[in-house]
């Protein structure tokens, strides 16, 4: 009988190892869990589709920064163009507008303007009687502009005074008939909504003002509240590279980020919610989006040694303040790096160094490196040798963004989750590398027909999938005014259903595993 017994332990204990063998649990959090988590977007780096509300009040505020204009004739019907993109003669002789007749706008203020090519040279124009050309790399008087506006139809003053028309200077005042100093202006892009240009857009002192009540609202104590009540262990936080000079970041950012980060620490230590400081915009851009307070686009960060040391300043800045702090769960280097315009061995050695100042102030905090978005494969990042310990590999899935997914129906969405997703993250599971984050993604897609039913099985289907992700997965986002985006809604309309985590139905089979041998064993042996 004893043996029988023995047997009988010994089979319970493989059942227990097989169970947990195949398990993963994340150092710092509540029980053996894994990252069930929400990122908290468009708080502290701005992102105007996810709050439109906050450019309401900036005048002109189709002309932000970063907007692409192109200006034609209306004497000639021409359009102006700057010559090989750049780097030229300005003049006004095309029919057809392309790059080269497009420019982005740098704001000065509501009226005042500057004007850069597709080559990122400036418009410049010395005085009255000026050739004007496309040649100055930084702008200043001479490549500032006022727009003066009536509806779609612009003047172009100097400085000085005197009016633009291209072949010289307009005498006198133009009106706004066909004239040769007025032109057709057409905004052809304002897809910039990001901290540069609501900051810029307002004004240092509207801007602090709005951001203000954004900050003081947008996320507070009972958010946290809210999280912990429907299983949420872990929040992401998008900081900006000018959190590091708060309360007085340089021009045009404005100053609080800190302080309300101090505090979501706080509100999340008060509900056991561990934090993630995500690196969401680094100086000079790293992807020319607006979430990484691009002011027009351009990519500047990967070129610029000053930039790369800027950037990991300020990780040096958050590890050192928050390294001991009961919340921290980990740090993430920089989101979105693009692979079009960042060298995989610049970002590399970037998250290398960076890795090395986290370890510097914490043996444990998890350092977070993010996939380049675009044309790369996350096993580059496998295949760098970065780290040795708590390294976490960030993926984002998105079923939006691409050609691909824009005739997918229903199944086909679904489907994709369950073949291509799965089978993407059991590869990475078992490459015997970083730890694998799913550190964005959404309940919607380009289904426009979509039911309640339909966003459950979708929903269903990516925490399913990602819910084997070794460390865990961050939902986009919190709050958003588009409902499906928005984490709050879909919980609490029954669009998303969250269940229990994985671990705990770990946990659950396993007591299961054990209430049904200690049966067998009491019918059979005693």
């Not at 790059?99 to 850069?116: C, D, I, M, Y």
């Not at 229990?500 to 019918?523: D, V, W």
Request: hydrophobic content about 40%; aromatic content about 14%; some cysteine.
């Amino acid at each position: 009988m004893e043996l029988g017994f023995s047997k009988w332990v010994c089979a319970f204990l493989l059942c227990c190892w097989l169970i947990f063998s195949g398990a993963y649990s994340v150092e710092g959090l509540r029980g053996d869990s894994k990252v069930r988590g929400v990122n908290l977007g468009g708080w502290l780096v701005v992102e105007g589709w996810i709050k439109p509300s906050l450019f309401d009040g900036i005048p002109n505020g189709d002309m932000l920064d970063g907007t692409e204009v192109q200006f034609r004739s209306v004497t000639l019907q021409k359009y102006v163009c700057a010559e090989n993109g750049g780097g030229s003669n300005v003049t006004v002789g095309r029919d057809v507008a392309s790059s080269w007749e497009t420019f982005k706008l740098w704001r000065v203020s509501e009226s005042r303007f500057q004007l850069r090519t597709s080559k990122g040279q400036f418009i410049s124009c010395d005085g009255e009687g000026c050739s004007v050309s496309a040649t100055a790399e930084y702008p200043s008087t001479s490549e500032t502009f006022f727009i003066e506006r009536k509806n779609s139809r612009v003047h172009i003053k100097l400085e000085s005074g005197a009016y633009l028309q291209l072949s010289g200077d307009y005498p006198g005042m133009p009106g706004w008939d066909e004239n040769a100093g007025t032109f057709e202006m057409t905004i052809v892009a304002n897809n910039l909504h990001g901290d540069y240009q609501l900051a810029n857009g307002y004004g240092h002192n509207e801007a602090k003002k709005v951001l203000k009540r954004h900050r003081n609202s947008f996320i507070t104590f009972e958010d946290f509240k809210f999280l912990h009540r429907n299983g949420i262990n872990t929040v992401r936080i998008p900081v900006g590279w000018w959190i590091a000079s708060d309360p007085d970041p340089p021009a045009p950012f404005i100053g609080g980020t800190l302080v309300a980060l101090d505090d979501a620490f706080s509100w999340a230590q008060a509900y056991d919610i561990k934090c993630i400081i995500d690196l969401h915009a680094a100086p000079g851009s790293q992807n020319g989006m607006e979430h990484s307070a691009s002011r027009d686009g351009f990519v500047g960060w990967p070129t610029s040694p000053d930039y790369i040391s800027q950037t990991l300043d300020v990780v040096d800045f958050l590890a050192s303040r928050y390294a001991t702090h009961p919340a921290l769960l980990g740090i993430e280097l920089l989101n979105e790096p693009s692979a079009t315009t960042v060298p995989l061995d610049t970002l590399v050695s970037f998250y290398m160094r960076g890795y090395q100042i986290v370890r510097k102030y914490s043996p444990t905090a998890y350092v977070i490196i993010c996939q380049r978005i675009g044309n790369a494969d996350p096993l580059e990042l496998y295949q760098a040798n970065i780290g040795t310990h708590n390294l976490v590999v960030d993926l984002h899935f998105y079923s939006l963004f691409d050609t691909f997914f824009v005739n997918m129906s229903t199944a086909d969405n679904i489907q994709f989750i369950y073949k291509s997703r799965e089978a993407q993250l059991q590869a990475l599971n078992s490459s015997n590398g970083p730890l694998v984050f799913i550190g964005e993604w959404v309940n919607e897609w380009n289904v426009t027909t979509g039911s309640q039913t339909d966003y459950q099985e979708f929903g269903k289907a990516q925490l399913e999938v990602y819910n084997a992700a070794s460390f865990g997965w961050a939902y986009w986002t919190l709050k958003n005014d588009r409902q499906h985006w928005d984490f709050e809604w879909n919980i609490k309309n029954n669009y998303l259903q969250l269940g229990e985590s994985p671990n705990k139905q770990s946990l659950n089979s396993l007591m299961l595993i054990g209430i049904t041998c200690a049966r067998f064993y009491l019918h059979h042996f005693l």
